[in-house]
């Protein structure tokens, strides 16, 4: 089975543009989790979605959104981005419950924002 | 709500010396429990996790943890380091959300340094 991939892998932006990200999960896999990865900060929760719908939401700001799509792709948007918005952003995929399943995750997209 | 706790965000060993990772975490409920690990410019892979069937969880890489409720710990073990260890790992317990669904909290990380 091929992995989760993540698309960009890179991408550099300046303040208050927006900025789409896309993750493939693996074949089969219908949740969907996000999550941001800096140093200062570590892994923080972002959303997760099952079947199309958002189950759960982190303590982010409303810039912050997500979708699903009938096929499980996943795209996560963030609008006026901000300095503080570089970081790495991880999409996993798990069959069902990403809290008691294993989560596969993808290689990250490197988001920096000059 | 349960919380995730890594004890030394650095552990340096040489090659074939005992790995002890240690995370803890608060939880009013049983809850399952993860180890994940990064390699640099990766994602993470899962090592191991606790679901509530045996405590002692053997994972991939050698590695193994225990859980130990009445310490409330979930602490990574391996009898000997390889070098290929060296990476960065992750704690992380699930946790209820007003939603009625869980989500994983992760902990702050521990990068393992290996010599030769």
């Known amino acids: 089975k091929a992995g989760v991939t993540q698309t960009p892998r890179y991408l550099i932006k300046t303040r208050g543009q927006q900025v789409t990200l896309s993750c493939s999960p693996i074949?089969?896999?219908?949740?969907v989790s996000w999550y941001q990865q800096t140093p200062g900060q570590g892994l923080q929760f972002l959303f997760e979605y099952f079947s199309e719908t958002q189950r759960n939401k982190g303590n982010f700001p409303g810039r912050f959104s997500g979708r699903q799509f009938s096929n499980s792709r996943s795209e996560m948007n963030v609008s006026t981005l901000e300095l503080g918005d570089s970081a790495l952003y991880l999409c996993?995929?798990?069959?069902?419950?990403?809290?008691?399943?294993?989560?596969?995750f993808g290689p990250g997209t490197r988001l920096t924002v000059l | 709500a349960q919380s995730v706790t890594q004890l030394g965000s650095h552990v340096s060993v040489s090659e074939g010396a005992l790995v002890l990772l240690r995370c803890n975490y608060s939880?009013?409920?049983?809850?399952?429990l993860f180890w994940y690990v990064q390699y640099p410019n990766q994602g993470l892979q899962l090592l191991l996790k606790y679901t509530s069937a045996a405590t002692l969880v053997k994972g991939i890489n050698g590695f193994e943890a225990e859980f130990k409720k009445s310490e409330t710990s979930f602490h990574l073990t391996k009898p000997s380091a390889h070098m290929s260890d060296a990476a960065e790992y992750f704690c992380?317990?699930?946790?209820?959300?007003?939603?009625?669904?869980?989500?994983?909290?992760f902990g702050t990380g521990t990068r393992l340094l290996v010599s030769p």
């Open positions: 992380a317990v699930s946790q209820y959300m007003n939603t009625g669904f869980q989500k994983l909290v």
């Open positions: 939880s009013s409920v049983p809850p399952y």
């Open positions: 074949s089969g896999h219908r949740s």
């Open positions: 996993a995929s798990s069959p069902r419950q990403p809290w008691r399943d294993t989560q596969y």
